[in-house]
């Protein structure tokens, strides 16, 4: 079991520019979450998937960010354009079902300068 | 609609202290309860749960005891060491399962 895995662990961009999270959700896991952590506002949930289809996407800040999963295997996260308060920890999850507990990867420092 | 509202920190003890994290849950119907943790550059991870009413979740020398009466789920180790140190999330999961809705986290630093 490889877990959630990220990628990349860290970015670092520039004002305006597009950037694109990816998560591979453990094998067999059919929900994948996408959660923000800020120090200001904590572990927000920005939007999650079941058996590959967007169920809630209500956390999502605003039309800058999408998000899709065209697999069960892979899911990206995007923010375009990208603007200075986007920085922070964005995780994801999966769990196999709603009774199982949430795996998480170990994140992606998003930077936007 | 649900909530959880948990113990602000940050909490420093020394080691072999007793730990109590309180926290308390607003929710409709019957929610899964849910401790977890999260190391410095990790995610989080599950460190205990609990069903139903009465059930006691436990791991590590952590344990939470889900009262429904008092809606809380308050985490608790008897002696603490320094490898405890990180932040602390508690949790529910709704009746449906769709979501789980987290705490604002607690810091814990254990100090030698």
């Known amino acids: 079991d490889a877990g959630v895995i990220q990628s990349p662990r860290h970015e670092v961009t520039e004002m305006g520019q597009e950037v694109t999270l990816r998560c591979k959700p453990i094998?067999?896991?059919?929900?994948l979450f996408w959660y923000r952590q800020t120090m200001m506002r904590g572990l927000e949930l920005l939007i999650y998937?079941?058996?590959?289809?967007?169920?809630?996407d209500s956390g999502m800040p605003e039309d800058r960010f999408s998000a899709k999963m065209p697999n069960a295997s892979f899911s990206t996260l995007k923010i375009q354009p990208s603007e200075p308060r986007d920085s922070a920890v964005y995780f994801c999850?999966?769990?196999?079902?709603?009774?199982?507990?949430?795996?998480f990867g170990n994140g992606t420092r998003l930077t936007v300068t | 609609g649900n909530s959880v509202t948990q113990m602000e920190g940050p909490v420093t003890l020394s080691e072999e202290a007793f730990l109590t994290i309180n926290c308390t849950y607003t929710?409709?119907?019957?929610?899964?309860l849910f401790w977890y943790v999260q190391y410095p550059g990790e995610g989080l991870q599950l460190l205990l749960k609990?069903?139903?009413?009465?059930d006691k979740g436990s791991n590590k020398g952590f344990e939470a005891t889900y009262r429904k009466e008092t809606t809380s789920f308050h985490l608790e180790k008897g002696s603490v060491q320094v490898s405890d140190s990180a932040v602390y999330f508690c949790?529910?999961?709704?009746?449906?399962?769709?979501?789980?809705?987290f705490g604002t986290g607690t810091r814990l630093t254990v100090i030698p």
């Open positions: 949790a529910l999961s709704g009746q449906r399962g769709n979501n789980l809705f």
């Open positions: 094998s067999g896991h059919n929900s």
């Open positions: 929710a409709t119907g019957y929610p899964s």
């Open positions: 999850a999966s769990r196999k079902d709603p009774l199982s507990p949430l795996h």
């Open positions: 609990a069903t139903k009413a009465d």
């Open positions: 998937f079941n058996n590959n289809v967007p169920i809630d």
